[in-house]
């Protein structure tokens, strides 16, 4: 759906501030309740917050292997050899 929201945007150069583009969108993906789902993904975003705050995240893209944190694009190799070991 993040996608769609994105080809919303960037390709068809629709209004995703209203509602019906959003409702809209959400239908073409079995969203009915179109409040409840942004309620739910913004909890979903506050305890992956919480979690990144609380493994010393501090900007992005971020990821964490094993304990260890690789900040930024130009890290993406390390982080490869770190998954492969």
Do not use: C
Not at 20 to 32: E, N, Q, S, T, Y
Not at 36 to 45: D, E, F, L, P, T
């Amino acid at each position: 759906m993040a996608g769609d929201v994105l080809s919303a945007v960037w390709v068809r150069e629709e209004n995703i501030a209203d509602p019906a583009a959003l409702a809209a969108i959400a239908a073409r993906h079995g969203v009915d309740d179109v409040p409840a789902a942004i309620a739910s993904g913004k909890a979903v975003y506050a305890a992956h917050t919480q979690e990144a705050l609380q493994r010393g995240v501090f900007g992005a893209p971020s990821y964490v292997v094993s304990g260890e944190i690789f900040w930024g694009q130009d890290r993406l190799e390390f982080l490869d050899r770190a998954l492969a070991a």
